[in-house]
């Protein structure tokens, strides 16, 4: 990082021009955990630009944060979009949106790229490129994009003539990636990373082949990175918790990117959310010998509780909060009888 910012730094880690370029600078040196943590605060589109945001999400991306990512993203899109409704002045001129919306595809196409979802990744570089033709970063990484995509197609061509997936073929195709990786000093952790993704990339090639959904597609993937993430934390000695930890996030990460997908609204994920969690404590409740009732109890005082700081944040009264907690408290126990009546029954 260039002296000159660092000192800046130093000096005021408040200033929103010296936090963006230090944040750059360290993010072009690969040092993408230091560069996120320096460019969050100013890495909302709406206070500080769309480009903050663009490099902040290629930050992320780097980190594998790309479900975070993609909140910055969808809230600066609407952002554009909003702004490109307004009368043009000299702060809201159509070339600067341009080189924003593109700059911020790019990175949409990054993220799509790791989730192996590379239709959806092309249309994205193709956008980039369409809405600001003179945008040399985005021609860059598109033209890299298809380059790497042709390649991939011809490999797996190539792989289905030779034998499938076990092939010797694509043992030294790899093999020949991973030289390639090596003798561009990536190091062993970037390589395993990348050669894994390559590794997916053919596997969604293979099952688009098939005819297989992107739904389906997309749940098989999920599960294999999944399975990668075990092993390797296995491999470097984490505990058991830490893995379980690390495993139920990947699968709400999952499964948050899967409801969006759908169209769930905001406030419809968020209840999701809290259903899943709420699933995974009765279950550890039950493994510690707690009864049915004192589950249910639990169930309910812990539903009410998270529900009534919710609505405490939204600045309602105390007599608004009361009144919707007993409405909650009464549905959430005619849930619970159902529920029991239901298992006895059974």
Request: net charge neutral.
């Amino acid at each position: 990082v260039p002296k000159l910012w660092l000192s800046a730094y130093e000096v005021n880690k408040k200033s929103h021009h010296t936090l963006y370029n230090v944040g750059h600078q360290l993010s072009v040196l690969g040092r993408h955990q230091e560069a996120a943590d320096i460019l969050k605060p100013v890495a909302n589109a709406r206070t500080h630009g769309g480009h903050n945001t663009f490099v902040y999400c290629m930050a992320l991306h780097s980190l594998g944060r790309c479900p975070e990512a993609d909140k910055y993203l969808k809230d600066a899109f609407e952002m554009i979009k909003e702004k490109r409704e307004q009368p043009e002045n000299l702060r809201n001129d159509v070339a600067r949106l341009n080189r924003w919306e593109s700059d911020l595809l790019v990175a949409k196409a990054f993220c799509l790229t790791a989730d192996q979802n590379f239709v959806e990744a092309g249309e994205a570089f193709k956008k980039a490129v369409a809405v600001d033709p003179g945008n040399g970063f985005a021609m860059e990484k598109g033209s890299g994009f298809f380059e790497a995509m042709n390649e991939m197609k011809k490999s797996m061509e190539a792989m289905q003539q030779k034998g499938g997936m076990n092939s010797d073929f694509v043992k030294s195709q790899m093999a020949r990636m991973r030289a390639e990786l090596e003798a561009e000093g990536k190091s062993e952790k970037e390589i395993e990373e990348n050669m894994e993704n390559i590794k997916l990339g053919m596997i969604a090639s293979q099952m688009e082949a098939k005819g297989k959904s992107r739904e389906e597609i997309d749940d098989h993937l999920w599960k294999l990175k999944i399975a990668s993430v075990t092993k390797q934390m296995q491999r470097e000695g984490k505990s058991q918790k830490e893995i379980e930890d690390a495993t139920t996030n990947m699968k709400m990460n999952m499964m948050v990117q899967k409801w969006e997908k759908q169209g769930k609204s905001p406030q419809e994920i968020e209840q999701l959310i809290f259903n899943m969690n709420m699933d995974k404590m009765k279950d550890q409740w039950k493994n510690e010998g707690l009864s049915q009732e004192e589950i249910d109890d639990r169930v309910l005082r812990t539903t009410v509780m998270v529900h009534g700081q919710k609505l405490r944040k939204q600045g309602l009264s105390e007599e608004e909060i009361e009144q919707k907690l007993r409405y909650l408290k009464k549905v959430t126990m005619e849930r619970l009888i159902e529920e029991r009546r239901k298992r006895k029954s059974s």
